[in-house]
């Protein structure tokens, strides 16, 4: 009992007006502009999952489908209505960043600086604005960086059971919260914190983040470990070693940097929470070995921002004086000028700029997400126009072959009256029906060349191009009517799958 006395005793009440006003800001400014721009290949692709409800998908775990469709019963059709989940999400770990630095003994300052510093992280504005897994993901790790602080901080070690469940939902949820299983357990046994493995706490709590996991498991021996085979061919997708450093200073923030430094810095300075510092560089080491995305490790920022938070109101305290304004002044100016940065970058985390302006900018060259929400419409329309020129007689044995799931989930979206469509893109394969013979078939995306080993007749109907001229990934890919089949559909299927 003393114990726990001793728990509770330094933890400092949290802000609640403060963090309420820093949630209200997220809601509203992302919601505001929740469906500027249009859908996202992605979002088309979940909600075709939504449809096709499973045990698991190639590329993901089944939670953010099975989200989607409880969400769609009530928003049906609705893009602000999916996004909502979203930024929910992300609104949840602003609340949670600050409970973390509460933990750490953070007082109500640094518990809203943290906050704050989550609320204008390039990530988390950027991630929150798609319905994605990558919300969720961070919700995920936010609620696991939480209750690992409060272990070593001393919190009944029964504790490693709720720690367990949260990532038998993460991995449910996205595959990469793995990375920071690892880098806990090499934060504990790299330090003194290692003596909480001597219980038998954090080994039943791992059983149980596996038992949730067996569901998507038994999927993945019925569909020969696609998930793993999808993972070995991304696997150093990115844009070299060197970027994924200069990437991880984007998404953690220029503006946000010292924290975040000084935050890795105060947790090993701190014998209790040294396992936690640790945990954040072997996470980072993790996935840049692996090399994955530089994305993966992004949702650990919170346990930094959390820590540098207290850093930083320690530092402004005793900081020289400015004119009449002290360490305190200080402190504003450097909250201030982070706000300002935030607000600079804003257009490339939002999509606050009108569509037009933003295809003639040319800020979704670096921002790809929103090239991806461009032109679908466009694309059905240019579509639909091919189907209808054909010759009655066609209309009665035709399909239409996307080539990626963007393309086909644009099709189930916006199509009307139109053929079956189908594609081989990842889990998309695995939804066309079992006999499929039809005698023409309207082809996006695909090189002749390779057509011509399935079909003997090839005429090119149209170039995909949307109405805002902008070259996105669609942009310019031939759309093609393919008559005279060398092989049955059906059959040529397993040799179309692709898993990239």
Same mark, same amino acid.
């Given at each position: 009992?003393k ?15 403060v ?11 992302t +919601?505001?502009?929740?469906?500027r ?5 992605d979002?088309?692709y ?7 409800l !499973? ?10 489908p099975?989200?989607a469709?409880l969400d ?9 209505g999916?996004r909502?989940l979203?930024?929910?999400?992300g609104?949840a770990v602003?609340?949670i960043?600050?409970?973390?630095a509460?933990?750490l003994g ?9 906050g ?5 992280s390039? +990530?988390?504005?950027?991630a #929150?604005?798609?319905?994605q ?7 995920m ?25 949260? /990532? ?11 990375g920071l ?18 219980s038998?706490w954090p ?5 149980? !983040?596996?038992?949730l996991?067996?569901? #998507? ?20 997708s990115?844009?070299g ?7 991880q200073?984007?998404?953690?923030g ?7 430094? +000084? ?12 396992a ?29 921002y959390?820590?540098?938070s207290i ?8 900081s ?11 402190g504003?100016l450097?909250?201030? /000028? !982070? ?10 985390g939002?999509p ?5 302006? $933003? ?15 461009? %032109? ?8 639909t126009?091919?189907?209808?020129r054909?010759?009655?007689a066609e ?7 996307? %080539? ?7 099709l189930? /979206?916006? %199509? ?13 394969y695995?939804w066309?029906?079992?006999? $499929?013979?039809?005698s023409t078939v ?11 080993t ?17 070259? #996105? ?8 009517i ?8 059906d ?10």
């Amino acid at each position: 009992m003393k114990a726990l006395e001793s728990y509770t005793a330094t933890v400092t009440r949290a802000p609640w007006a403060v963090l309420g006003l820093l949630v209200a800001v997220k809601v509203g400014v992302t +919601m505001a502009v929740a469906d500027r721009y249009g859908w996202h290949r992605d979002e088309f692709y979940y909600l075709a999952s939504s449809r096709h409800l !499973a045990l698991g998908y190639v590329d993901y775990p089944p939670i953010t489908p099975l989200l989607a469709r409880l969400d769609q019963s009530i928003f049906p059709g609705s893009l602000p209505g999916l996004r909502l989940l979203t930024v929910l999400a992300g609104a949840a770990v602003i609340v949670i960043a600050a409970l973390i630095a509460r933990e750490l003994g953070g007082g109500r300052a640094a518990q809203a600086l943290a906050g704050l510093a989550v609320l204008i992280s390039p +990530m988390f504005v950027g991630a #929150n604005i798609l319905f994605q897994t990558v919300s969720f993901d961070q919700l995920m790790w936010a609620a696991a960086c939480l209750i690992f602080v409060r272990l070593l901080r001393g919190a009944d070690p029964r504790e490693w059971l709720w720690l367990g469940l949260v /990532f038998g939902i993460g991995l449910e949820t996205k595959y990469t919260i793995l990375g920071l299983g690892i880098a806990i357990f090499v934060g504990l046994i790299a330090t003194p914190a290692r003596r909480q493995l001597r219980s038998r706490w954090p080994w039943i709590g791992f059983g149980l !983040a596996l038992l949730l996991l067996t569901p #998507n498991l038994i999927w993945q021996v019925g569909h020969g470990w696609d998930s793993v085979a999808y993972t070995l061919n991304h696997r150093g997708s990115t844009d070299g070693p060197v970027f994924y450093w200069v990437q991880q200073l984007l998404l953690a923030g220029p503006q946000l940097l010292p924290i975040v430094v +000084m935050g890795v810095v105060w947790l090993w300075r701190r014998e209790r929470f040294r396992a936690a510092a640790v945990t954040i560089v072997a996470v980072e080491l993790f996935f840049f070995a692996a090399g994955g995305k530089a994305y993966y490790p992004a949702p650990i920022y919170p346990l930094a921002y959390a820590a540098g938070s207290i850093w930083f109101v320690e530092a402004i305290r005793f900081s020289p004086s400015p004119a009449r304004g002290g360490g305190s002044g200080w402190g504003r100016l450097a909250v201030a /000028f !982070a706000v300002v940065v935030t607000l600079v970058l804003l257009p490339i985390g939002l999509p606050i700029l009108p569509a037009q302006a $933003m295809a003639d900018s040319g800020i979704w060259k670096a921002r790809k997400d929103f090239a991806d929400m461009y %032109g679908w419409p466009d694309l059905v329309q240019q579509v639909t126009t091919v189907y209808a020129r054909l010759p009655a007689a066609e209309r009665n044995s035709v399909m239409i072959l996307a %080539g990626n799931y963007g393309e086909a989930g644009a099709l189930d /979206f916006y %199509g009307r009256g139109l053929p079956p469509v189908v594609s081989a893109h990842l889990t998309y394969y695995y939804w066309a029906p079992a006999q $499929m013979a039809p005698s023409t078939v309207i082809v996006l995306g695909y090189p002749q060349d390779y057509l011509a080993t399935f079909f003997g007749n090839i005429e090119l109907a149209g170039t995909i191009a949307n109405s805002y001229g902008l070259h #996105n990934e669609e942009y310019g890919q031939p759309i093609w009517i393919c008559r005279d089949p060398l092989v049955r559909l059906d059959q040529a299927w397993p040799t179309l799958k692709s898993l990239d």
